[in-house]
């Protein structure tokens, strides 16, 4: 007669540690049609291009030109910065599966690109923050935008939105880099995401679930509130003002950012505060393609559509080669 003293949960360790550990990841990309392919390569790259050319146009400017050096600018320019990081994070692999069909990553280029691309979305989301701030104090506060928007703030400000990304995403990606993934191994998306990966694994992922949600709240939400009640502000101040004029010049510095903001977090918090149960996964491509290719190719065309100073810096670029 046998006694069976080994628990439950010590079989279920068993049996994970004599799978197979996935080595790579398949990512199915937009499309599997080879004629759509060549199509959406073509425009992609056409995109990609041209993100990275506006955005490194508005870095240029706002460091080559003295009348550039302002808060609003400074945010702008790191947000550009940011942009370019962020499209060539998640480009790569979108065309790389648009030209060769289902791409391979190995394990660990996945969790490099998912660390990479949470670093950038959650810096964003707080960079997107700090300017609603800037242009709260520049409307409610104009007489302390001086001392209350200095450089040394700014900097601080645009630090703390780079070191809160870096630690959320050293978390997360810690966090899914630990679960087992025991097979099978297709992404139905097109870069290593949160979601897709949590549907993989093949280990209690509560843990790893709970700290993406608490991330969601205070990175997401968190930030989303803080522009929300800046914009509210101004928008009351706005409406209290005497001068038709006034309030049509103070509208015209908010409407771009606002629309910014509202495209991004409307993609974004659809997705990632539920981050393991999405059902319709082509739905979340569309989405994931709206804040990762439209947004940061939009921004710098929004942002500096009805501005008169980076025009005029634009211009005198233009006349000097």
Known sequence: MSINLVSPQTERSLELGNMTRVQEFILLGLSTSPETREVLFLVFLILYLLTLLENALIVFLVCSHAELHKPMYFFLGNLSCLEMCYVSVTMPSLLAGLWTGPYHVPFTACMTQLFFFIVLIC??????????????????????????????????????????????????????????????????QFF????????????????????????????????????????????VTVLRMPSAAARRKAFSTC???????????????????????????????????????????????????????????????????
């Not at 609603?132 to 506060?141: E, G, M, P």
């Not at 679930?209 to 205070?218: M, Q």
């Not at 947004?295 to 100073?309: A, D, G, K, Q, S």
């Open 123 to 188: 810096t964003e989301c707080t960079l997107l923050a700090s300017m609603a701030y800037d242009r709260y104090v520049a409307i409610c506060r104009p007489l302390h935008y001086p001392l209350l928007m200095r450089p040394q703030v700014c900097r601080g400000l645009a630090g703390t939105s780079w070191l809160g990304g870096l630690l959320v995403s050293v978390a997360k990606t810690t966090c899914i880099a630990s679960l087992s993934y025991c097979g099978p191994n297709v992404l139905n």
């Open 192 to 235: 290593c995401d949160v979601s897709p990966l949590l549907n993989l694994s093949c280990t209690h992922v509560a843990l790893t679930e709970l700290v993406d949600f608490l991330s969601a709240i205070v990175i997401f939400c968190g930030t989303l509130l803080v522009a929300l009640a800046s914009y509210s502000a101004i928008g």
């Open 255 to 321: 409407a771009s950012h606002l629309l910014v903001v509202g495209i991004f977090y409307s993609a974004a918090l659809f997705i990632y505060c539920r981050p393991s149960r999405i059902r319709s996964m082509d739905l979340n491509k569309v989405l994931s393609v709206i804040y990762t290719v439209a947004t940061p190719m939009c921004n710098p065309v929004i942002y500096c559509l009805r501005n008169r100073e980076v025009h005029a810096a634009l211009l005198r670029t233009l006349h000097s080669t």
